[in-house]
């Protein structure tokens, strides 16, 4: 089977990690564009593409299977509707827009022009978050009383300039890491009964919070922030725990312990799966993907949402 073909928009850091995976397996990046036009032509050099600094003429032509937005997600509905308008199939980084109503656009432009479209969530691509889910909806650990998940980076030491610590490119700790535990509580136990955000904000962005998700029974405890470096994910029930010291950046590993039993999962949570399990969706013809569904992307901007809405957390283009 030939290789996948991927028209990459951007070609920055997330695009770069992305190339550098996806080349090991059957895939190939043939077009990139963006608008720093030295920036691309040397990146689409390293990957033998052609570069293109006019959008439309990149989307316009059919050199590729599949179009892979890597962008700052303030940009990701235009981009992802235009791509989406000329029939291309559209792989998109999380989060895909700011608010639950850029989902609803993205969501109907696919309906509307029958293409496939999907939020780049590597997480729910990988086997060992789909085992997770599994130990838990068996009954492996009988019912659930308790999760707690932490994930945090020192983004605080970056460059002030970044989309990271940027309001104008809705940068923060919840759109940008807090995604990843949000999804992960949603993709295992759906959408919460009640939501709960305290936070902290600094020069127009969220730079920590607590979130907490209600279920019938237990809750859902997560932490994110941007000033140390922090991960874990522990769900516990009334027979037994699951632990992945690492569940979201590289997880090779999850364990499960009960009274009879421990049980090492191991796995790969990598760009290349993601892309590899995307393009398989792409060729069979489907417009929504099994592993990322619309309402997944959906619901998960909703609660982000709501806890925007909780900390009075409104960026600058909201302001109008």
């Given at each position: 089977?030939?290789?996948?073909?991927w028209?990459?928009?951007?070609?920055?850091?997330?695009?770069?990690?992305t190339?550098?995976?996806?080349?090991?397996?059957?895939?190939?990046?043939?077009?990139?564009?963006?608008?720093?036009?030295?920036?691309?032509?040397?990146?689409?050099?390293?990957?033998?593409?052609r570069?293109?600094?006019?959008?439309?003429?990149?989307?316009?032509?059919?050199?590729?299977?599949?179009?892979?937005?890597?962008?700052?997600?303030?940009?990701?509905?235009a981009?992802?509707?235009?791509?989406?308008?000329?029939?291309?199939?559209?792989?998109?980084?999380?989060?895909?827009?700011?608010?639950?109503?850029?989902?609803?656009?993205?969501?109907?432009?696919?309906?509307?022009?029958?293409?496939?479209?999907?939020?780049?969530?590597?997480?729910?691509f990988?086997?060992?978050?789909l085992m997770?889910?599994?130990?838990?909806?068996?009954?492996?650990?009988?019912?659930?009383?308790?999760?707690?998940?932490?994930?945090?980076?020192?983004?605080?030491?970056?460059?002030?300039?970044?989309?990271?610590?940027?309001?104008?490119?809705?940068?923060?700790?919840?759109?940008?890491?807090?995604?990843?535990?949000?999804?992960?509580?949603?993709?295992?136990?759906?959408?919460?009964?009640?939501?709960?955000?305290?936070?902290t904000?600094?020069?127009?962005?969220?730079?920590?919070?607590?979130?907490?998700?209600?279920?019938?029974?237990?809750?859902?405890?997560?932490?994110?922030?941007?000033?140390?470096?922090?991960?874990?994910?522990y769900?516990?029930?009334?027979?037994?725990?699951?632990?992945?010291?690492?569940?979201?950046?590289?997880?090779?590993?999850?364990?499960?312990?009960?009274?009879?039993?421990?049980?090492?999962?191991?796995?790969?949570?990598?760009?290349?799966?993601?892309?590899?399990?995307?393009?398989?969706?792409?060729?069979?013809?489907?417009?929504?993907?099994?592993?990322?569904?619309?309402?997944?992307?959906?619901?998960?901007?909703?609660?982000?949402?709501?806890c925007?809405?909780?900390?009075?957390?409104v960026?600058?283009?909201?302001?109008?």
């Amino acid at each position: 089977m030939r290789k996948f073909r991927w028209a990459y928009i951007g070609s920055g850091n997330i695009a770069k990690s992305t190339a550098k995976s996806i080349e090991k397996g059957n895939h190939i990046i043939t077009a990139v564009y963006g608008r720093n036009k030295e920036k691309v032509e040397s990146f689409a050099k390293k990957q033998g593409a052609r570069a293109y600094d006019d959008f439309e003429e990149c989307i316009s032509s059919d050199d590729f299977d599949a179009v892979y937005i890597a962008t700052p997600h303030t940009s990701h509905v235009a981009y992802a509707t235009r791509a989406m308008k000329k029939g291309k199939p559209v792989l998109c980084e999380k989060p895909v827009g700011v608010c639950e109503n850029d989902v609803d656009i993205l969501i109907k432009t696919a309906k509307e022009n029958d293409v496939y479209f999907c939020e780049a969530m590597w997480t729910w691509f990988s086997d060992v978050a789909l085992m997770v889910k599994k130990w838990v909806q068996s009954g492996e650990i009988g019912e659930v009383k308790d999760v707690k998940i932490d994930y945090a980076f020192p983004g605080l030491m970056m460059s002030k300039n970044s989309r990271v610590l940027t309001p104008e490119t809705a940068g923060g700790a919840l759109l940008d890491i807090g995604i990843y535990p949000i999804t992960y509580c949603y993709n295992i136990f759906g959408y919460p009964d009640k939501i709960e955000c305290s936070g902290t904000l600094k020069n127009g962005i969220d730079i920590k919070e607590t979130v907490i998700l209600y279920y019938k029974g237990f809750k859902c405890t997560l932490n994110m922030a941007l000033d140390t470096l922090k991960e874990s994910c522990y769900i516990k029930g009334t027979e037994g725990e699951i632990s992945l010291p690492l569940f979201f950046h590289m997880a090779d590993k999850a364990t499960l312990k009960t009274k009879e039993k421990k049980e090492v999962f191991k796995g790969k949570t990598d760009y290349l799966t993601e892309f590899t399990r995307a393009a398989e969706e792409i060729r069979a013809g489907k417009k929504e993907s099994d592993y990322i569904p619309f309402m997944a992307t959906k619901e998960c901007m909703r609660i982000m949402d709501e806890c925007r809405r909780q900390m009075k957390l409104v960026y600058p283009f909201e302001m109008n």
